[in-house]
Structure formats: C-alpha cells, structure tokens
C-alpha cells in the first residue's frame, strides 16, 4: 500500500470529517459481510492488521482455523453520500488473508486476483462492463416485502406508469457521488424492473463496482419505502432479470479483439476467446446462475438466453458481438443473472476465454437467425445445444468441466457445490402451491 494512497485516505477523512469506516468483504455465495470500525482503528486496518473470525462465514474456514485478517484496498475508498444517525460513514473493501499472511484461497476477491494474473500472464488484462437489473417492489402495511409492483411500465416507459423514476434518479445521483460514471438509467420490459448501466472499467474495479451498486440500490429503495431485489425471476409470466456481461481483453494497450482485416473484423483472439465461452458454457453456469430461481429465468420465450451459439446482432444466441468495432470491440456474454457472485462469475468468464485462447477453440459460424422460432431438428442440424435447465444439472456439468473448476480453486469449488446441493435438496423436498393448484382436487 503506496504512502500516497493512505495519505489520500486521511485528507478525505479529515475533509469529511469520517467517524467510522466498513470493512466490507464477499464470501463464497457473494453476500457482503462488514466491520465496523472507529476512525481510530484505520490506521491497524490500513496496515492489516485487524482480525476478526473466519469461521462464522458460511464457506471459510473451520473453527480451529478462525482467526484471519482483512487486508483493505485503498482504491476502493469511498465515503457513503449518506449519514448514519448523522455520522459520516465511509467504505474499504478487502482482501482476506491467513494467519500466516498468505492471501485466504477462498476469498472471491483473491480467486479474481488469481485468475487476472493468468491473463497477464499472456499479456493481457480484460476489461467488463455488466448491465444489472432489478425489480423494485412494494412493502405491505408492516413492512414486509410484497411482489406487487410499484408501476405499470414497460421498456424504456416514463412517468406517470414508471413510478419507480424517483428511487432510480437517486440511486444514479448516490452512485455519482461515490465516484461512479452512470451511461444509462432505464425501466427495463417486465413492471417494476430496472437498469442502471455503469462505465467499464478493468474487471477487478467492475465487479467492486457490482457489489456496491447492489449494495447502494437496496438502500435507496429502502429510503423511498420500497424492496429492491436482484432476484433472477420474482414474477411467474414476466421477464426475469438479467445481467449481461460485455469484455474485451487488451494487449499493449491496444483492444486484441479487433482486427480490421479478419471477417466481422474480430481477431483470432476473439474468436477464439468466444469459442471457449460457448464449449465452457454448460460448466460455468452454475457460478454465473446460482440459485433454483436463476433456471425459471432461463426458459424459452422471455429473451433469457437459453441456446449456446453465437451471433452479431441477433439476441437470442448465449453470446452476441455489438456493432461497436475498433477500441470498443468486446463480446457479450447473455446468460449471467445479478444474483451471482461479481468475483467468481468473471473468473469463470475469463478462465473460459483464456482457454480457448491457449487451445484455438474453433468458434465456428455465427447464427443468425431467431433460435427462439427454431425447431427441435433445426437446431440439431446447426448443433445448437442448450444450457442446464436446473440448478442440479448444472451442477453435474460444473462437476465434469475441469478448466471451470481450476477457475475456483479446490477451496471454492467444495465449499460452493456443498451450499448449492443443499439449497437444490431443500427445493426437491418442498411442496409448492403449483403442485396443490394442479393436482390436489384430481387425484
């Protein structure tokens, strides 16, 4: 940690008169966890020092291996545009490290580090720009959470039926105030979902950005006395939210994956880097889709992408390349939803590509015609296959794809498939009102 950006971290707490500080780290599943410290424990926290007990975190460590460290970044300083009981509160996000100072393997945040560094490693370094969207639904009279909509609107709809406009103005003006650059802000197609798209930035700084969106919308909504949720599906016959991801990778600080010369002029880094996210697809989506809900979205007939193809403009294959050529050169990756964990979805994006870089994975033809109007046969005839339809199945194809699995470590991969065939055994064992709906007076 350079003396410069610690001495940036005290002007800024001494011009804002900062009382505490969060120190925010993400475990395995991608929820934020925090401590909390006085403004006279920053300087033990900058120098990371401060402990606290890994083995209360779902995922980490056992109990006899407890004690860990939190080793913050100083570039993700931030100071909340909000007071707390008209206190100044600001924010460092960390890194979590052994007792022995070596960087903890499960920590989403290291695992991230780990797989950038392979890029690097082949000169170069991946650039991300994700579209997360949301709903924002009503509380009833004691404020529990409801999934009645706050609106009637559609893609692109203004007031008065886009009555969610005010909670997502201050959401994008809070973000600005901490440092974000906000490109669009919209009501998405189903009522009372949303999208607010930010700047891309280099992947490490997007998915801290992720985390602090998700973090920053739930607040907003609270303050306007609403429930915001990342959900992937909350509505049965509605549009579930999704969270497309554009990357690019650069090399000497120039975009590989243009090419003026090649056909669609992508580079065979391009291509090739597609080609390992379409054959690594079934592997992965159990990290960028990881809940039971995450597979109602990823359904036929709601423009969740469900066939592993490619195309330019069509948006019914799994990956799509924009018009967009020269520096803004980038792909499209369709399928991850805003409930996965920012860290582990980008490593498991990134290791994919990488790996069709490194073994020349033919990305083959595009498709362009709507896959959605397709027959069963036509997509036979173009080898179109299709990603898991459950939890549990793409947990068998994550168990079965081995570059997937190195993306996470040995550490994230048990501890990440233990929690989630938990969580798909207690699905399978409920009764749900469809099953009473269709079958309780019939048989």
């Known amino acids: 940690m350079s003396a410069k950006a610690v001495d940036r971290i005290y002007e800024l707490v001494e011009k804002h008169d900062v009382r505490f500080v969060r120190l925010q780290f993400i475990d395995i599943m991608g929820i934020v966890k925090n401590v909390a410290i006085p403004i006279s424990q920053l300087e033990k926290a900058l120098a990371g020092e401060l402990m606290f007990d890994g083995s209360s975190i779902e995922g980490f460590v056992r109990i006899e291996e407890s004690d860990m460290y939190l080793k913050p970044d100083p570039a993700t300083f931030t100071i909340f545009p909000w007071k707390s009981n008209g206190v100044t509160v600001a924010r460092l996000i960390c890194d979590v490290y052994n007792s022995d100072d070596k960087p903890f393997e499960g920590c989403p945040r290291n695992n991230l580090k780990k797989v950038l560094n392979e ?27 409801t999934t009645k909509t706050h609106d009637q609107g559609g893609y692109f709809d203004l007031s008065p039926v886009d009555l969610g406009e005010n909670a997502r103005r201050d959401t994008v003006l809070t973000l600005e105030d901490m440092g974000f650059e906000i490109e669009a802000s919209h009501h998405e197609v189903a009522p009372g979902q949303h999208e607010i798209d930010f700047k891309h930035a280099d992947a490490l700084t997007t998915a801290d950005r992720l985390v602090t969106l998700k973090f920053v919308v739930r607040i907003v909504a609270q303050k306007h006395g609403l429930h915001a949720t990342f959900m992937p599906k909350p509505l049965f016959g509605e549009y579930g939210s999704g969270m497309h991801v554009h990357q ?121 015609k709507n896959i959605y109007t397709m027959s069963l046969q036509e997509r036979r005839e173009l080898g179109i296959k299709t990603l898991p339809k459950s939890l549990d199945e793409a947990l068998d194809e994550l168990a079965k794809d081995e570059v997937i699995k190195s993306a996470l470590g040995e550490h994230i991969y048990e501890h990440f498939v233990d929690a989630k065939r938990a969580e798909w055994s207690a699905y399978r064992a409920q009764v749900h009102q469809w099953e009473v709906d269709r079958y309780i007076s019939v048989f």
Request: contains cysteine; charged residues 20%; aromatic residues 10%.
């Open 119 to 145: 890029a690097e490693k082949l000169g170069f370094t991946m650039n991300a720009g994700p579209e997360a969207e949301f709903f924002l639904f009503l509380k009833d009279e004691n404020g529990g959470v």
């Open 248 to 368: 690019s990778l650069f090399k000497n600080g120039k975009n590989a994956f243009y090419d003026p010369n090649s056909s669609y002029q992508l580079s065979d880094v391009a291509r090739h880097y597609m080609g390992g996210l379409l054959v690594h697809a079934k592997g992965y989506t159990a990290i960028t889709n990881q809940l039971v809900n995450s597979y109602k979205r990823l359904v036929p007939g709601y423009e969740a992408p469900v066939y592993i193809a490619w195309s330019e403009q069509n948006r019914s294959p799994l990956v799509r390349v924009p018009a967009r050529r020269e520096a803004g050169t980038r792909v499209e990756l369709r399928n991850p939803d805003p409930a996965c964990n920012p860290y582990l979805a980008i490593s498991v994006m990134l290791k994919a590509g990488l790996d069709g870089i490194k073994n020349k994975i033919d990305l083959g033809e595009p498709v362009n």
